[in-house]
């Protein structure tokens, strides 16, 4: 057993690493202008905290939790942008030391905590956007609590993750994908002989059914008191039906790019462990359980990433499993390294063998592509910080000054209602993603009695809205009603001003 003396010096290392990644790194974000979903989860809670239903009277295509979260520091906090990222940030350095949980359940302690300041120090590359307040963390958190409740052999455990995987549905829809991976796992599991026995079958249906009841049961207490509220049926059409029916996400390929660069060292390492467990399972070879289901997180956790817009916070659903499978391979590699190092001191003596040259190979790969990764990193980081939250609200300020009443912020532009008193002008939030949604808007203009609407600068040609190239032909349905009913009376903070044109007898021209 290791004495206090020797357990420090080793660890001192991880506490200071953690602490700079988990608590420092975080901070130079602290103040950037709001995230475009980030500004509507903010806007939401506002509204809730003043006494609005959720779903009934405000919404967006996300499930509750996020919204409950944001509602409690509005309550809680007098200043609320800055309160729910520092609760965001608390939540991810929990997930971080989760991570160093899970990676010592099945592998060594170094390769466990390299892995947690990897996951933190991930979460925080610009271009995947943890340091905002958006749904990816907190659900992140609840599937590492279900992961290690999961990796127990306990059924009380299981029933936690299951419950804990509940939880995460309430932050993002996403995380049904991951109970899908659990699913699969056990599923793999069968390919190999060894698990093709009666006891082995019976004994992983109890431990799926088991993490169906807490799951279930979560599910089932949220539903009670969906429905005591009176918005089940909102929620279940917002929360579900929405997502699944009418948001296609467009694919910017140049995000992709960057998510890939940004990132190489991982996507090298975490890769090539998948394709060794790949390369096991096909062939039959036992694998490490756990490593399996990492292996099996990894893949199937980056499709949300890989199908999303820019592939940005989508990824870190995936980043858990990818830090460590990044950590075990880095580890071994320098293991590798040090023990063939005499081979490179004298070269006199001959040629390194096979395996130290793949290990000095590897060394100058991961080398190499951190450092480039580094410095694409640095720059992106360095452009995103130009831009400060200050400025924001000042424009959101000039925008609506003397306005009174609800507006319709074009294109969700939230941070109006953020960072000014003015009232959203419809019920839904989000982005025009279908034809539906675009005539409920308009729906909710002409009900509202909305008389001013908000529009960028670069959203407006000769006086007239006009969309942008994502679901356009949605979009056109709104700036073809904005364009006969609205008309531009000025142009302040970055915004130009819309006023309703009004028509025979006070009504909208229509």
């Given at each position: 057993?290791?004495?206090?003396?020797?357990?420090?010096?080793?660890?001192?290392?991880?506490?200071?690493?953690?602490?700079?990644?988990?608590?420092?790194?975080?901070?130079?974000?602290?103040?950037?202008?709001?995230?475009?979903?980030?500004?509507?989860?903010?806007?939401?809670?506002?509204?809730?905290?003043?006494?609005?239903?959720?779903?009934?009277?405000?919404?967006?295509?996300?499930?509750?939790?996020?919204?409950?979260?944001?509602?409690?520091?509005?309550?809680?906090?007098?200043?609320?942008?800055?309160?729910?990222?520092?609760?965001?940030?608390?939540?991810?350095?929990?997930?971080?030391?989760?991570?160093?949980?899970?990676?010592?359940?099945?592998?060594?302690?170094?390769?466990?905590?390299?892995a947690g300041v990897l996951f933190v120090v991930m979460s925080y590359l610009p271009h995947f956007d943890g340091f905002y307040f958006m749904t990816e963390p907190y659900a992140v958190l609840a599937m590492l609590v279900a992961a290690v409740s999961f990796t127990r052999d306990s059924a009380i455990s299981r029933v936690g993750a299951g419950v804990a995987l509940g939880i995460g549905v309430l932050f993002n829809q996403t995380v049904f994908l991951f109970g899908a991976t659990m699913l699969l796992y056990h599923l793999l599991k069968l390919r190999f002989p060894e698990a093709r026995t009666r006891d082995h079958v019976v004994e992983t249906t109890e431990r799926i059914l088991t993490i169906g009841v807490g799951f279930l049961a979560t599910m089932a207490a949220v539903a009670t008191v969906l429905y005591s509220r009176g918005i089940l049926r909102e929620t279940f059409y917002y929360a579900l039906v929405v997502p699944l029916t009418n948001y296609s996400t467009p694919f910017d390929l140049w995000g992709h790019i960057l998510a890939f660069a940004t990132l190489l060292p991982v996507w090298l390492l975490a890769g090539g462990m998948v394709l060794l467990v790949g390369a096991a399972v096909v062939r039959g070879v036992a694998v490490d359980d756990r490593q399996l289901f990492v292996a099996l997180w990894?893949?199937?956790?980056?499709?949300?990433?890989?199908?999303?817009?820019?592939?940005?916070?989508?990824?870190?659903?995936?980043?858990?499993?990818?830090?460590?499978?990044?950590?075990?391979?880095?580890?071994?590699?320098?293991?590798?390294?040090?023990?063939n190092r005499d081979q490179f001191r004298d070269v006199r003596a001959g040629l390194p063998d096979r395996s130290a040259l793949l290990a000095g190979l590897l060394i100058v790969v991961v080398f190499s592509t951190t450092l480039v990764a580094g410095a694409g990193n640095v720059y992106y980081a360095s452009n995103v910080l130009e831009d400060d939250i200050a400025e924001e609200r000042t424009a959101a300020e000039n925008a609506l000054d003397g306005i009174d009443g609800p507006v319709y912020a074009f294109n969700v532009e939230a941070s109006l209602y953020v960072h000014t008193d003015t009232e959203p002008g419809t019920t839904y939030l989000g982005t025009i993603y279908s034809d539906r949604i675009a005539n409920d808007k308009i729906s909710d203009l002409q009900r509202n009695d909305v008389r001013y609407v908000a529009v960028r600068e670069f959203h407006v040609t000769d006086g007239n809205v006009v969309s942008d190239r994502y679901w356009s032909d949605h979009k056109s349905i709104m700036t073809d009603y904005l364009n006969r009913n609205y008309e531009p009376v000025d142009t302040r903070g970055g915004y130009v001003i819309f006023e309703r044109v009004e028509g025979e007898g006070g009504q909208p021209r229509r």
């Open positions: 057993m290791a004495t206090s003396e020797e357990t420090i010096p080793r660890d001192l290392w991880f506490v200071i690493a953690f602490f700079a990644s988990a608590v420092i790194l975080p901070l130079i974000y602290l103040d950037q202008p709001l995230h475009f979903d980030e500004g509507i989860f903010l806007t939401i809670g506002n509204q809730l905290a003043s006494g609005e239903t959720l779903y009934a009277d405000i919404a967006d295509h996300k499930p509750p939790g996020v919204f409950f979260v944001a509602t409690a520091v509005y309550h809680l906090f007098d200043a609320p942008v800055v309160a729910a990222r520092l609760l965001t940030y608390g939540v991810i350095a929990g997930s971080g030391l989760l991570v160093v949980r899970l990676g010592q359940q099945f592998r060594g302690r170094l390769e466990a905590q390299v990894a893949v199937v956790m980056s499709i949300p990433g890989a199908r999303a817009f820019s592939g940005d916070h989508k990824f870190l659903f995936a980043f858990p499993a990818l830090a460590l499978l990044t950590a075990i391979a880095s580890t071994e590699i320098y293991r590798a390294a040090v023990r």
